[in-house]
């Protein structure tokens, strides 16, 4: 059972780049996926999140209308969209993924995200 989060890098100001998450060894269909991020010397926040049915979806304050999460559970990814990136979203951004009837979450390693002219 994994998660694989990739697509991470460095990018200037205003740029973009798309995150991918994809499970191996579980099917996602009854997972809701969320992506958190961590900067340097502090704690890790909640950017997003889509839930299993694909019908409801959150973001972060910080993050709204810049960043967009979505899901395709035949290839078992989960894509965050980032646009109009700032300096303050760098860090490190995790996957998430959470069975609520069983209450089961699994842990993706992180990728890093560093935004800089």
């Known amino acids: 059972v994994q998660l694989q989060a990739s697509g991470g890098g460095l990018v200037k100001p205003g740029g973009a780049l798309t995150l991918s998450c994809v499970a191996s060894?579980?099917?996602?269909?009854?997972?809701?996926i969320s992506w958190f991020r961590q900067a340097p010397g502090k704690e890790r926040e909640a950017v997003s999140c889509?839930?299993?049915?694909?019908?409801?979806?959150y973001y972060g304050e910080a993050v709204k209308g810049r960043f967009t999460i979505s899901r395709d559970n035949v290839s078992k990814t989960v894509y965050l969209h980032m646009n109009s990136l700032k300096p303050e979203d760098t860090g490190v951004y995790y996957c998430?993924?959470?069975?609520?009837?069983?209450?089961?979450?699994?842990w993706g390693q992180g990728t890093h995200v560093t935004v800089s002219s």
């Open positions: 998430k993924a959470f069975e609520l009837s069983t209450m089961i979450d699994y």
């Open positions: 889509i839930s299993s049915n694909d019908r409801s979806t």
């Open positions: 060894g579980f099917t996602l269909d009854s997972y809701a």
